[in-house]
């Protein structure tokens, strides 16, 4: 199935053509009111971990070692991206950051793990998982 997740800036013009906007950063943007990003909801539990984003930001680590230790993170609390998924099933996504350069946050990286874990969850769906599944599917195959 082909999804359609979109990266973008808190401070870009809200678009119809948005769908579901979701803000992915630990921290509020400043200067921004809630009605003002028009959200659907916004996600903490995906954003980098305080000491990476600073570490970051700090420029104690480089952008690929950033992205590669933002993977642990997603890897090791991997349910917290099923909300994600939900959206993006619904439609078109719009992850949300207040970072200026999109391409350098922690976006790309998220938006890949997102896409990674509904790949594999729709390959785990069309293989039957339980033995009375293996059994119908046997019995009605053409061999």
Known sequence: MIYHIELQRVYAPIDEQDGV???V???WPCGKSHSSLALDDWCRSVAPSTELRRHYHQQQISQ????SRY???LERISD?????????RQGRLTLLTASRYIE????PVLKEATL???AEEDASDSEPSSPP????MLSTSRY
């Open 80 to 88: 917290n991206l099923l909300p994600l998924m939900t959206y993006a």
């Open 104 to 107: 350098k946050s922690h976006l």
């Open 25 to 27: 950063d630990r921290l």
């Open 21 to 23: 906007r979701i803000l």
């Open 116 to 118: 990674a874990a509904l």
């Open 64 to 67: 690929a070692v950033f992205n």
């Open 71 to 73: 993977r642990h993170e």
């Open 133 to 136: 599944c293996w059994a119908h």
